[in-house]
């Protein structure tokens, strides 16, 4: 496979929505093409040039300006970095690279040093935290603080959410695609209704026109994170069917050396409510300016 997308009409389809959610946001944002050993990756930037640096990496098979606009409020203080993550959609080289090895963190590293970050703040969410384990194993001096929400790369997806609340909904809705089948793929994410008409549209889109990547980052060990000292914050979120809190956060405290803290988001499902966004920036801010 060449390309992550199934055809060039696909991309260009893709590449208009991320305008479109990057716009809605409401974020002033810069643009800029970065190198990396793997092809080229596309970064946003946005809040004060002054600001602290904090690197952000959003969630996986969906597109960066939902996970932006989660931490719009950092915007006012932070300085923000935020990769399109190869292999998914986005304006990155539309190359797919392996979730299993150190390709992620290889291409971090690369990301980091175009834009001449030597230790940032990383935060990541979901399939992004996968990503921030990895370069925590493979150049774990590059990061001065982690922020890991509802994060990949700790636990797994217990077998029956895996078959019964993804994968089944999904083979269903490949066979006859439908509104209604598309939003019992969505449902394990969510606590309430209705599910926002952003992420349909997205999903929908990237369903119709995306290879989708249909592995999570390897669950890390202790043993990998041997050498990574950072201060860590953890969170996990109440309902999350797919990365259980209770055991993402006993998992964060057997594995990570310097651990600030494991937190429980409450009344949060996998996918953030909006309601909850603000109490979780105030806990992120708090962290990132008190942590030595």
């Known amino acids: 496979m060449n ?5 060039p009409q696909g991309e260009a389809i893709i590449h208009a929505l991320y305008d479109k959610h990057l716009a809605q946001t409401g974020i ?5 093409m970065v190198p990396t050993r793997f092809g080229t990756t596309h970064v946003l930037l946005a809040g004060p040039e002054s600001g602290p640096p904090l690197v952000l990496l959003h969630g996986g098979n969906t597109i960066n300006p939902t996970t932006l606009w989660w931490i719009k409020p950092l915007m006012a203080k932070y300085r923000v970095y935020a990769p399109d993550t190869l292999g998914h959609p986005g304006k990155s080289a539309p190359v797919r ?17 175009a834009l001449q970050l030597s230790q940032p703040a990383v935060m990541a969410a979901s399939y992004g935290a996968g990503i921030l384990l990895r370069i925590a194993a493979f150049a774990p001096q590059r990061i001065s603080k982690a922020v890991a929400m509802i994060p990949s790369g700790l636990v797994s997806i217990p077998w029956r959410t895996m078959f019964f609340d993804l994968l089944a909904p999904l083979i269903a809705y490949r066979l006859a695609p439908s509104h209604a089948r598309l939003l019992k793929v969505l449902r394990p994410m969510f606590l309430e209704n209705p599910i926002p008409e952003d992420v349909i549209e997205v999903t929908e889109a990237v369903f119709q026109y995306v290879h989708v990547e249909p592995e999570m980052p390897r669950n890390v ?15 996990a979120a109440e309902y999350d069917r797919l990365f259980p809190a209770k055991r993402v956060v006993e998992r964060a405290k057997q594995v990570f050396h310097n651990l600030a803290a494991a937190e429980i988001i409450p009344g949060s499902t996998h996918f953030i409510p909006e309601r909850v966004l603000p109490s979780v920036n105030a806990r992120i801010d708090q962290f990132l300016m008190k942590t030595k």
Not at 3 to 7: F, G, R
Not at 100 to 105: A, E, H, K
Request: aromatic share 10%; hydrophobic share 35%.
């Open 3 to 7: 390309t992550i997308y199934h055809h």
């Open 28 to 32: 002033a944002t810069e643009s800029r």
């Open 97 to 113: 690279l392996s979730p299993r090895d150190d390709s992620y963190g290889q291409w971090l590293v690369d990301v980091l040093d």
């Open 221 to 235: 060990t202790k043993t990998e994170l041997q050498n990574f000292t950072a201060p860590t914050l953890v969170l």
